[in-house]
């Protein structure tokens, strides 16, 4: 299974980025992950086939995850940007995770896509 994910960039605090993720294969959960500088991996959001999306308590609001009706694509619309939110954004996926939040649960990933959030 391969994930080409794309839509990072450098953006104002409090601007918007939309990133896309595409992947090989159709499963059941897509989900974004973010890893900054000395930081442990740390969930994004997840989205069912069904629809059924799931956020971080803190990005909730701010963040919407979606995917396409092929369902082999996932969004993630950043919205008020904050300079924390800067990290490399990581697209993955897997039938059925043990646990969504836990990126040990996940066996594919993509190469990952940087954002800063930056004046």
């Known amino acids: 299974v391969q994930l080409q994910a794309s839509g990072g960039g450098l953006v104002q605090p409090g601007g918007s980025l939309r990133l896309s993720c595409a992947a090989s294969a159709r499963t059941s959960v897509m989900a974004w992950f973010r890893q900054a500088p000395g930081k442990e991996r740390e969930f994004v959001a997840a989205v069912r086939g069904s629809g059924n999306a799931f956020y971080a308590a803190s990005l909730r609001g701010r963040f919407t995850i979606s995917r396409d009706g092929a369902k082999t694509t996932v969004y993630l619309q950043m919205n008020s940007l904050k300079v924390e939110d800067t990290a490399v954004y990581y697209c993955?996926?897997?039938?059925?995770?043990?646990?969504?939040?836990?990126?040990?649960?996940?066996?594919?990933w993509g190469q990952g896509t940087q954002v800063t959030v930056s004046s």
């Open positions: 993955t996926l897997d039938q059925s995770p043990r646990d969504y939040r836990r990126s040990r649960y996940y066996v594919y």
